[in-house]
T-cell receptor, first 115, second 115 residues
């Protein structure tokens, strides 16, 4: 079973506070993870990624944490800004697809940052 | 702008008609992917090209769907005898594999509505 799950369909936070978006996966063979942000009527935009050899990757206001034992990753946005309001997808290359790189996506979490 | 482009951005067609979408990837990228996204779901993999070779097709891709990448540059996705269930956002992504990691960059998508 190769699934990536985002169990929270939506999240609302106040501007300036931390946003935490969660993602779980079922196969311990997943070794690379990506987060994408999507605005309405646009394609997904790459945000940040993490390899399974790391447990943290940071890029400005965005940090991704990986807990391999729990098969869980999270995206932290600090401080949250109204422009961060979008749908966030976690994704991973399907294990064993190193030749194709095809991605499997979670269902997405809609983040709303209130001014 | 040197990002991935897709045309048309929107397409409305009647059931039974054929439609064709075009994707222009980032110029130096040798890998090209098609995904389909329906409401409330993450993108789902359809097919993958490395240069001009179509190396993988999803079981989601019925025989009414065909994709080409004739010169290893732009790609087309054709749907014959469209059905209402084909209504979705069709996303194209391109990438350049570097080492063990790969980041796919998405175009804005083509939104198809089949009446």
């Amino acid at each position: 079973d190769q699934q990536v799950k985002q169990n929270s369909p939506s999240l609302s936070v106040q501007e300036g506070r931390i946003s935490i978006l969660n993602c779980d996966y079922t196969n311990s063979m997943f070794d690379y993870f990506l987060w994408y942000k999507k605005y309405p009527a646009e394609g997904p935009t790459f945000l940040i990624s993490i390899s399974s050899i790391k447990d943290k990757n940071e890029d400005g206001r965005f940090t991704v944490f990986l807990n391999k034992s729990a098969k869980h990753l999270s995206l932290h946005i600090v401080p949250s800004q109204p422009g961060d309001s979008a749908v966030y997808f976690c994704a991973a290359p399907v294990p064993g697809s190193s030749n194709t790189g095809k991605l499997i996506f979670g269902q997405g979490t809609t983040l709303q940052v209130k001014p | 702008d040197t990002g991935v482009s897709q045309n048309p951005r929107h397409k409305i067609t009647k059931r039974g008609q054929n439609v064709t979408f075009r994707c222009d990837p980032i110029s130096e990228h040798n890998r090209l992917y098609w995904y389909r996204q329906t409401l409330g779901q993450g993108p789902e993999f359809l097919t993958y090209f490395q240069n001009e070779a179509q190396l993988e097709k999803s079981r989601l891709l019925s025989d009414r769907f065909s994709a080409e990448r004739p010169k290893g540059s732009f790609s087309t996705l054709e749907i014959q005898r469209t059905e209402q269930g084909d209504s979705a956002m069709y996303l194209c992504a391109s990438s350049l594999r570097q080492g063990m990691s790969e980041t796919q960059y998405f175009g804005p998508g083509t939104r198809l509505l089949v009446l």
